[in-house]
């Protein structure tokens, strides 16, 4: 059987500024739109954010705002981000420490899978969508739902992950090979290295 599979429609947004949790994107900045089709491990680095305004700063220039709810000359809160990287760090502790020597964390073990289930059905909004072929597609609606219904794919799949080995952010790591997140840090590694 064919998996379900993931979409999301993001929007980041690189001029945004942060000042005591308020997320403002001024000007005419309609930020920079990616796209992912399936599931992606970057909820966990979430899980590990320091939540500082500078951070949160970082984490809207490459990701977007989590309530997807940025657009220019608007400014959003920063309300339930710590109760989202509660969860996704809840979820983070099935699998096993980074440190290990391969560098690559695998799921380990329990956790209070129930407690989570509970806390994130609470405020998600992922419903199933149809393809040209009728083909079912779970489509997170916001960044948010985005990063909950990745971790859930993630544990259920067990999925083994690494960190990126340019930005460090966690990285699905279902080949041995995979080292980078992205083709973006692909380049900016191997630019680094054909200077150097
Ligand atoms: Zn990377």
């Keep these: 059987m064919r998996e379900i599979e993931l979409v999301f429609d993001g929007r980041a947004f690189p001029a945004a500024s942060v000042t005591n949790h308020l997320i403002t994107v001024s000007g005419r900045s309609n930020g920079r739109r990616w796209t992912a089709s399936k599931p992606l491990a970057f909820w966990r680095t979430f899980a590990e954010l320091e939540l500082t305004d500078d951070a949160i700063a970082g984490w809207v220039a490459r990701y977007g705002d989590i309530k997807s709810a940025l657009a220019p000359g608007r400014s959003v809160d920063t309300t339930g981000w710590e109760q989202l990287a509660l969860i996704l760090a809840l979820v983070a502790r099935a699998w096993t420490k980074p440190d290990d020597p391969d560098g690559i964390s695998y799921i380990k073990g329990e956790i ?85």
């Design 112 to 196: 209070d899978a129930a407690a989570i289930a509970d806390a994130a059905r609470r405020d998600v909004d992922a419903p199933v969508i149809f393809g040209p072929s009728f083909e079912p597609f779970v489509h997170a609606a916001r960044l948010r739902d985005f990063m909950l219904v990745s971790a859930s794919f993630m544990l259920r799949d067990k999925t083994p992950m690494r960190r990126c080995a340019e930005c460090r952010h966690w990285t699905a790591a279902s080949h041995a090979a995979t080292r980078y997140c992205s083709n973006t840090c692909r380049l900016k590694a191997m630019r680094k290295r054909e200077a150097a």
